[in-house]
């Protein structure tokens, strides 16, 4: 299984780390390995510097080499939901040209927008 962390603020200029566990019944062990910056060095990183972070994403059958693969693009942030969100509604593009399993987070996130211009 690969899983994509997303960080609330940028460490330097990384906001994410993607990773892999053998499991869904490891993925607990290893995120709990990574809020105590143990693992990988980046994480120990934004553990010191008191950032928190979500799994934002996961791929349930994928495997180390599709990890690889996705390190390798260095450009999670096109992988992220968080991210894509944000940046759909701050470049105001259309709703026609998002991907379709994202339209209805999109749409929803854009109505509690609407909703707060109301207020
Ligand atoms: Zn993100």
Redesign the pocket.
Known sequence: MVYLL?FDRPLCHA??YIGYTESAETLPIRLDHHAHGRGASIMRAVTVAGINWHV?RVWPEADRSFERRLKDQKN??RL?P??NILLDISLDVPLYSCLAQRKELIYASLQTRRQDDRR
């Open positions: 997303h906001q994410h934002v999670s942030a992220c968080v991210c």
